[in-house]
């Protein structure tokens, strides 16, 4: 099991920035992608960004506004936003995926993810 738990969300003025932070715990090893999801009223659940080994991927609506970033040593990863535009208004989600466990002296990976209970950023105009 893997517990997921954000935090950075608020309110603020377009234009403006806010760091989301999200901290992994349980009894892994490490995670293989973290990465932040949004979802608005009304809206399909969309991927923000992610952060996998070697290399991160982003939405074309948040490039060059949003950078993830990974602390694997505090299993934590975090999303700046700045020039925030009210279009980002929404629930951001954490999710792991690709969980990698010891255990009897054999690594494996299970690909189950895991989501966190999301922080509400909201930007007025």
């Known amino acids: 099991q893997v517990q997921l738990v954000e935090s950075g969300g608020g309110l603020v003025q377009a234009g403006g920035s806010l760091r989301l932070s999200c901290t992994a715990s349980?009894?892994?090893?490490?995670?293989?992608?973290m990465s932040w999801y949004r979802q608005a009223p009304g809206k399909q659940r969309e991927l923000v960004a992610a952060?996998?080994?070697?290399?991160?991927k982003y939405a074309d609506s948040v490039k060059g506004r949003f950078t993830i970033s990974r602390d694997n040593a505090k299993n934590t990863v975090y999303l700046q936003m700045d020039s925030l535009e009210p279009e980002d208004t929404a629930v951001y989600l954490c999710?792991?995926?690709?969980?990698?466990?010891?255990?009897?002296?054999?690594?494996?990976?299970?690909?189950?993810?895991?989501w966190g209970q999301g922080t509400q950023v909201t930007v007025s105009s």
């Open positions: 349980g009894s892994f090893l490490s995670i293989d992608t």
């Open positions: 999710n792991a995926a690709g969980i990698r466990y010891y255990r009897g002296g054999y690594y494996y990976t299970v690909p189950s993810d895991y």
């Open positions: 952060a996998v080994s070697g290399g991160t």
